[in-house]
């Protein structure tokens, strides 16, 4: 319950996907994997600490929106994409 308060004071609504219905998670199971196999799977040696791994998830967020190419987003980063679209 208290997640749920911290939730309200915030104003942030809570989004929650039936039971059975993956299809809610596809688009963040889509980055998760991306993300795995193009950064932590192409490690040979174990990360060493919990600050390599955060700084490794942010450039990921970073290049992935800035710098990499979408097929599905005309061939464009999201960061051009939302750009173009907004003109």
């Not at 208290?2 to 596809?26: H, M, T």
């Not at 994997?33 to 998830?57: A, C, D, Q, R, W």
């Amino acid at each position: 319950q208290e997640v749920d308060e911290i939730l309200v004071a915030f104003g942030i609504q809570r989004s929650l996907s039936d039971k059975g219905c993956p299809y809610d998670n596809a688009p963040i199971e889509s980055f998760h994997s991306s993300l795995k196999s193009e950064t932590f799977y192409l490690h040979k040696e174990p990360i060493g600490s919990n600050n390599i791994v955060i700084n490794m998830v942010e450039n990921y967020i970073y290049f992935w929106n800035n710098q990499r190419i979408l097929t599905k987003l005309g061939y464009l980063s999201p960061i051009d994409y939302r750009e173009k679209m907004a003109h």
